[in-house]
């Protein structure tokens, strides 16, 4: 029978906690390590949601990427969401885990994903952990060969599920060399640049780092927070799969079925 912390371990191994940055708040956050574990429910998100879903597949471990406990608790008010979360988990009596800018910055994570989704090679970290150079925040690489702006656009639609595409600062004649880095990581586009990135590939890009791109001229791509983070639940059920199989542990992964909570007003709506 397997337990949680044979899971910690897997995920120790593959996704250090020593890559988290100082401010997040990973590993074991709601039950015991000793706790046995039958099947394990993958999610993006710690929501309401994906413990009904848990419940339904009979899985006593969640992992998710986002936090359940992010901020420090002053109280736990069931009636509120965040804290709901963390109750239904207690009372169900499932154990949840968060794998957040650990599995950001290891290999074959978040920003691999990405770099892997798009056919980069010979790929780098934008911001390398200083104890591991090899891990770190972002990935930079080239293509096989070099693209057009619309080129290379198609290539996006057709690696990543966008629901939405921003763009800001001037497309470059040839794309050649292209950084990425899932969820809000707007902050390293003068890295990008910096790095030789013909353009970047990111989610949340505020406004005044759209006017910067539009200055400084790199070409600046927002695909949404969600859909340039969840292709990699993907890879991390895999990654699991085979772990627990190499093993010996016959648990179950489940990978949860979430949607972006953002969706576009349709177009006729603006129109009026």
């Known amino acids: 029978m397997a337990n949680v912390q044979q899971f910690l371990d ?43 879903e848990a419940k339904v597949l009979a899985a006593d471990l969640i992992i998710t990427h986002h936090p359940a406990i992010f901020h420090p608790l002053k ?18 009596g499932i154990s949840v885990i968060s794998c957040h800018t650990n599995f950001d910055a290891a290999p074959g994570g978040v ?9 980069l090679m010979a790929t780098a970290p934008l911001a390398a952990d200083k104890a591991d150079p090899c891990c770190g925040t972002g990935r930079i ?35 050649a060399r292209a950084a990425v880095c899932g969820g809000s990581c707007a902050d390293l586009a003068e890295t990008a640049l910096a790095v030789g990135a013909d353009v970047f590939i990111t989610a949340e890009v505020k406004h005044h780092t759209a006017r910067w791109a539009e200055e400084a001229g790199l070409w600046l791509l927002d695909g949404g927070h969600f859909a340039t983070e969840n292709p ?11 772990r627990t199989r190499q093993a010996g542990l016959n648990v179950r992964i489940h990978l949860a079925a979430q949607e972006s ?11 009026e």
């Open 10 to 52: 897997i995920l120790e191994d593959s996704a250090p906690s020593a890559l988290a940055a100082g401010w997040d708040n990973v590993g074991l956050l709601v039950g015991s390590p000793h706790s046995n574990v039958n099947a394990v429910l993958l999610g993006l998100d710690p929501t309401l949601a994906l413990i009904t």
């Open 75 to 92: 109280c736990l008010r069931t009636d509120q969401p965040g804290s709901a979360f963390l109750a239904a988990a207690l009372r169900a």
């Open 111 to 119: 920003s691999d994903t990405l770099a892997d989704a798009l056919g």
């Open 141 to 175: 690489g080239s293509l096989p060969e070099p693209l057009s702006a619309e080129d290379f656009l198609a290539k996006l639609r057709a690696a990543l599920p966008l629901p939405w595409l921003l763009e800001a600062g001037p497309r470059p004649e040839a794309v």
């Open 232 to 242: 990699s639940m993907s890879r991390l059920r895999q990654q699991l799969a085979e």
């Open 261 to 271: 909570p953002l969706r576009l007003v349709p177009q006729n709506f603006l129109k």
